[in-house]
């Protein structure tokens, strides 16, 4: 069954910064990986290639674009069971 996990990160530029949020789907216990994070990135409008393994940070790849993402840690990995959370809508509705 797959869930919802949810990555948060940080875009980089010479004069700002920005926090976003983008939303990885995994198996049940399954941890996302590099890849996981950069097409993440990618379906969030990011053109970027991984720089650096240890700290998880992403350089934009197009020569017109120079910043920088840094995928946040996390202190527990956030999963949301889509299943779970829709019961719980549709029985809030129910009247």
Not at 16 to 44: A, H, M, T, V, W
């Given at each position: 069954?797959?869930?919802?996990f949810?990555?948060?990160?940080?875009?980089?530029?010479?004069?700002?910064?920005?926090?976003?949020?983008g939303?990885?789907?995994?198996?049940?216990?399954?941890?996302?990986?590099?890849?996981?994070?950069?097409?993440?990135?990618?379906?969030?409008?990011?053109?970027?290639?991984?720089?650096?393994?240890?700290?998880?940070i992403?350089?934009?790849?197009?020569?017109?674009?120079?910043?920088?993402i840094?995928?946040l840690?996390?202190?527990?990995?956030?999963?949301?069971?889509?299943?779970?959370?829709?019961?719980?809508?549709?029985?809030?509705?129910?009247?």
């Amino acid at each position: 069954m797959k869930r919802e996990f949810t990555v948060h990160f940080k875009v980089i530029h010479h004069d700002k910064s920005s926090l976003l949020r983008g939303i990885i789907f995994l198996e049940e216990n399954q941890k996302p990986s590099l890849i996981d994070y950069e097409q993440c990135l990618r379906d969030c409008g990011h053109d970027v290639i991984l720089e650096d393994k240890e700290h998880v940070i992403f350089r934009a790849f197009k020569p017109d674009e120079d910043y920088i993402i840094h995928i946040l840690e996390e202190e527990n990995y956030t999963t949301r069971d889509i299943i779970v959370e829709s019961l719980v809508r549709n029985l809030i509705n129910v009247k």
